[in-house]
Structures are given as structure tokens and as C-alpha cells.
């Protein structure tokens, strides 16, 4: 059974730092794109980045690009994202997301639908 456990969320202020952390287990890590989303009440779900961990290559969202940094850790099955620099408009429930299988690009990785499998979800809340 596929699982993607997200956790790290909380309150923080504007301009400072936090990292999530999605634990993930029942596939083979190193075979599927994993992303990061976030949605806030009444907004569709956006895609933040993703990170390909067989070889690190990322794709970000201009919105975040510069202060978000995702990795993954292949022996833990973990994939992270560093956020800096917060604003309040990050605030938003963050959700980690195995991508379907087969290959995503620069035209289809922020696609929601690409995604099968998405975690329950961490609130991050950046006050002003």
C-alpha cells in the first residue's frame, strides 16, 4: 500500500525558514517523480516543485522559485522541502504527491492529475 506522510507544518513569521518532510513507503522511491502541493481554502490546488530522486533534477513554480528547495533522501524514502524567506502568501495546507508512472516534463509536472497518490496534508501558516 502506498503511503506519503507528510509533517513539519506550523507558524511561523514572514521571512523565516521551515522544512517539510513527506515519509513515504510501499513503492520503490527512486521510480516515481515526487512533488509538493499546497491549497488554501477556496483555491485550487497549486504544485510548489517536484524532484525526479534518481537524479535530483527539480522543476519549481515561479512563486517560489529561489526560496523553495526540495531534495530527497533515497535510503529514507524522504523527500523534503526547504522553505525560506516565507511569505504570507505560502500560508496553505502542504500535500506530498507520488506523480503517475512514466516521464514528466516542463509542460506536465504541475498537473495535478499527473499525481496518483497524495499524502494527508500539513498546514503551513506564515503570519505577517
Known amino acids: 500500500e502506498v503511503q506519503l506522510q507528510a509533517s513539519g507544518g506550523g507558524l511561523v513569521q514572514a521571512g523565516e525558514s521551515l522544512t517539510l518532510s513527506c515519509a513515504t513507503s510501499?513503492?520503490?522511491?527512486?521510480?516515481?517523480?515526487m512533488a509538493w502541493f499546497r491549497q488554501t481554502p477556496g483555491k485550487k490546488r497549486e504544485a510548489v516543485g517536484c524532484?525526479?530522486?534518481?537524479?535530483?533534477?527539480?522543476y519549481y513554480a515561479d512563486s517560489v522559485k529561489g526560496r523553495f528547495t526540495i531534495s530527497s533522501d533515497n535510503a529514507k524514502k524522504i523527500v523534503y522541502v526547504q522553505m525560506k524567506d516565507l511569505k504570507p502568501e505560502d500560508t496553505a495546507v502542504y500535500y506530498c504527491?507520488?506523480?503517475?508512472?512514466?516521464?514528466?516534463?516542463?509542460?506536465?509536472?504541475?498537473?495535478?492529475?499527473?499525481?496518483?497518490?497524495y499524502g494527508q496534508g500539513t498546514q503551513v501558516t506564515v503570519s505577517s
Open positions: 504527491a507520488r506523480a503517475r508512472p512514466g516521464m514528466l516534463g516542463a509542460d506536465s509536472w504541475y498537473l495535478s492529475y499527473e499525481y496518483d497518490y
Open positions: 510501499g513503492f520503490t522511491f527512486g521510480d516515481y517523480v
Open positions: 524532484i525526479s530522486p534518481n537524479d535530483g533534477f527539480t
